[in-house]
């Protein structure tokens, strides 16, 4: 089994699972150093946007686990970020499914992302059923890369599976959710009690779980999924479980929701703003019904571990 950005913060969890499930894994990093292998793994430091090397990466491979991709980037340098995002997302997706049909790949489990769907619900939770509607870049580039995967497929043996996780949490974990552990363990007072929301949230370990399930059940072949944990919780509500899982005190002060997206208006960060006091909650019952997926970590036992990771002074060394 090949897996696509392994040394990764999902990819990480995925290779526990699976390691955990006796698979031999290949893993493709962009670096030979990192992660260091265990005895039934082999690094292949590889540039998915070079694919000179595919045709002897996927030797042997009966299942291809995509990981690897562009997401968001808070001070972006590129000259053109789209084409960027296309460059890795989508042309690099696309090529990688081509090797992977001429090398005899049985399976593709690609890890899309619940921005294909879009930012925002609103009373309705969504699901597969719903017509995708991407508003940024890594969204747009998402959707496009399921479509190119789909069309490789439909001329082929191949059978895929994608997975469009929300925001996930745990150990490893970086952007905005690690910038929000770290106010609530500095103490910061955050303006967010008077929010309302609600969102779906995803522990990694329930990620790479789901993903362990999708390499091998029958019928998963050529499905798109949803998944997240068993439920919603309002922005406040997440605010207060990080803080019991760190041992802290949060400092909750209210403020209009409305003001707070002025805010973010006027300091150049509207989208972040609106994400976190806006809602996004997901329907995951076609996965649990179809595959008899269920969660197997509970929020608090994956937040008490993303504690003890940033409490070992890893989250300190993160910058993005």
Not at 26 to 52: K, Y
Not at 55 to 78: K, S, W
Not at 96 to 122: C, D, H, P, Y
Request: a positive charge; one cysteine or more; glycine letters at 8%.
């Amino acid at each position: 089994m090949l897996i696509t950005g392994a040394s990764g913060f999902v990819g990480a969890a995925v290779r526990t699972a699976l390691r955990e499930r006796g698979w031999q894994l290949r893993l493709v990093t962009r670096s030979a150093a990192c992660p260091r292998p265990e005895a039934h793994e082999t690094i292949i430091a590889a540039d998915l946007c070079t694919p000179a090397s595919w045709g002897d990466m996927l030797q042997g491979v009966d299942c291809v686990i995509h990981l690897a991709a562009r997401t968001h980037q808070t001070h972006d340098t590129a000259a053109d970020p789209l084409a960027e995002y296309r460059r890795i997302n989508v042309q690099a997706t696309h090529t990688l499914a081509q090797a992977a049909v001429a090398a005899g790949v049985q399976r593709f489990v690609f890890a899309s992302s619940i921005k294909v769907n879009g930012e925002a619900t609103t009373g309705k939770p969504y699901s597969e059923a719903d017509a995708p509607c991407p508003e940024d870049h890594y969204g747009i580039t998402k959707r496009e890369a399921e479509h190119a995967l789909r069309v490789v497929a439909a001329s082929s043996s191949m059978q895929t599976v994608i997975l469009r996780p929300p925001l996930m949490y745990g150990p490893g974990v970086k952007g905005n959710f690690l910038a929000l552990v770290r106010a609530i363990a500095r103490g910061v007072p955050l303006p967010l009690a008077s929010l309302r929301n609600r969102r779906s949230l995803l522990g990694v370990a329930n990620l790479a779980h789901a993903i362990a399930v999708c390499v091998q059940h029958p019928a998963a072949a050529g499905k798109t999924y949803l998944v997240a944990d068993n439920d919603g919780l309002s922005t406040p509500d997440l605010v207060r479980a990080i803080a019991l899982a760190l041992g802290k005190t949060p400092r909750l002060l209210p403020c209009p929701a409305a003001l707070l997206v002025l805010a973010g208006r006027l300091t150049g960060k509207s989208g972040a703003m609106r994400r976190l006091v806006g809602s996004l909650q997901i329907d995951s019952s076609r996965i649990r019904n179809e595959l008899g997926w269920q969660p197997q970590t509970s929020l608090a036992h994956g937040l008490a571990e993303l504690a003890g990771w940033y409490d070992c002074g890893f989250g300190s060394r993160i910058t993005s």
